[in-house]
């Protein structure tokens, strides 16, 4: 069983800075990709954020030199630094993963999502 369990959401002023962090755990044999996806009241599920393994970064153009990807393989973890954040950030933050687990298993994982709240 694995597991993704995010943390850092909450409410903060137009321009200030969140920072969103996953933990990932369980019966990991190695995490591949991993990503940040948000989902806005009434809006599909979109990708913020995405880093492979060997650390490669790809970006949604809405949120380009805004936020930045990290990773720490040593701790099974992904962040997700949030500046300059604006009202149409607002939305349900989920972690995503793709695992290999002990069984080798090759599968991906959701957490269960943490709001991000962007005031004007």
């Known amino acids: 069983q694995v597991q993704l369990v995010e943390s850092g959401g909450g409410l903060v002023q137009a321009g200030g800075s969140l920072r969103l962090s996953c933990a990932a755990s369980g019966s990991i044999f190695s995490i591949n990709d991993m990503a940040w996806y948000r989902q806005a009241p009434g809006k599909q599920r979109e990708l913020v954020a995405g880093i492979t393994s060997g650390g490669s970064t790809n970006y949604a153009d809405s949120v380009k030199d805004r936020f930045t990807i990290s990773r720490d393989n040593a701790k099974d973890t992904v962040s997700l630094q949030m500046n300059s954040l604006k009202p149409e950030d607002t939305a349900v933050y989920y972690c995503?993963?793709?695992?290999?687990?002990?069984?080798?298993?090759?599968?991906?994982?959701w957490g269960q999502g943490t709001q991000v709240t962007v005031s004007s």
């Open positions: 995503n993963a793709e695992i290999t687990t002990t069984r080798r298993f090759r599968l991906v994982y």
